[in-house]
T-cell receptor
Framework: SQKIEQNSEALNIQEGKTATLTCNYT??????LQWYRQDPGRGPVFLLL?????KEKRKERLKVTFDTTLKQSLFHITASQPADSATYLC?????????????FGKGTHLIIQP | EPEVTQTPSHQVTQMGQEVILRCVPI?????FYWYRQILGQKVEFLVS????????KSEIFDDQFSVERPDGSNFTLKIRSTKLEDSAMYFC?????????????FGSGTQLSVL
């Protein structure tokens, strides 16, 4: 069966450093992969989408890589700030037409310490 | 910025009662979704909806659940006879078929407590 693995432990990073979160998946080959941020008691918020033919994508302080051979995506936050503290969810997806439901990983809880 | 709105933010109900959770998706979006998140667990897909019919549903979405788009703006999730294990945060989401339809916009959720 399809499986999505994210760092199960909380990740503590000092402010100003780069935070790197990992998403591994098995038993399928997604056409694209999304990253979302979730704050306590709130809905997920879209951050970045990377397609299988893209190795890297950037948005401001965020960078995502997608290695289809390793079946892994890395999510980086550079110059991290306490406001970046949240749970980050990855969602590797097939390319489908229309309203495909996203399957999320359990998420990595990131804590940026001042 | 347009957003998905959900009402109520909290709903308390007795086991066996019916509940209806309401959502107003972003106005030009045509794909609609319900997800749930049990406390401390991951966000789980329930159902997707397009063109007035269910597009995809998960194993969780059994006969106790139904969805409806009763008018041009609302999207509802009904749970016919609630169980204790239905207690969760329920999120509605929508996406734009003309744009990046893979990108989902989520509401703030309805916290359902079944007593």
């Amino acid at each position: 069966s399809q499986k999505i693995e994210q760092n199960s432990e909380a990740l503590n990073i000092q402010e100003g450093k780069t935070a790197t979160l990992t998403c591994n998946y098995t038993n399928y080959s997604p056409a694209y992969l999304q990253w979302y941020r979730q704050d306590p008691g709130r809905g997920p918020v879209f951050l970045l989408l990377i397609r299988e033919n893209e190795k890297e994508k950037r948005k401001e302080r965020l960078k995502v890589t997608f290695d289809t051979t390793l079946k892994q995506s890395l999510f980086h936050i550079t110059a991290s700030q306490p406001a970046d503290s949240a749970t980050y969810l990855c969602a590797p997806q097939f390319s489908g037409g229309g309203a495909d439901g996203l399957t999320f990983g359990k998420g990595t809880h990131l804590i940026i310490q001042p | 910025e347009p957003e998905v709105t959900q009402t109520p933010s909290h709903q308390v109900t007795q086991m066996g009662q019916e509940v209806i959770l309401r959502c107003v998706p972003i106005s030009n979006h045509l794909y609609f979704y319900w997800y749930r998140q049990i406390l401390g667990q991951k966000v789980e897909f329930l159902v997707s909806f397009y063109n007035n019919e269910i597009s995809e549903k998960s194993e969780i979405f059994d006969d106790q659940f139904s969805v409806e788009r009763p008018d041009g703006s609302n999207f509802t999730l009904k749970i016919r006879s609630t169980k204790l294990e239905d207690s969760a945060m329920y999120f509605c989401a929508s996406s734009d078929p003309q744009g990046d339809h893979e990108k989902l916009f989520f509401g703030s959720g309805t916290q359902l407590s079944v007593l």
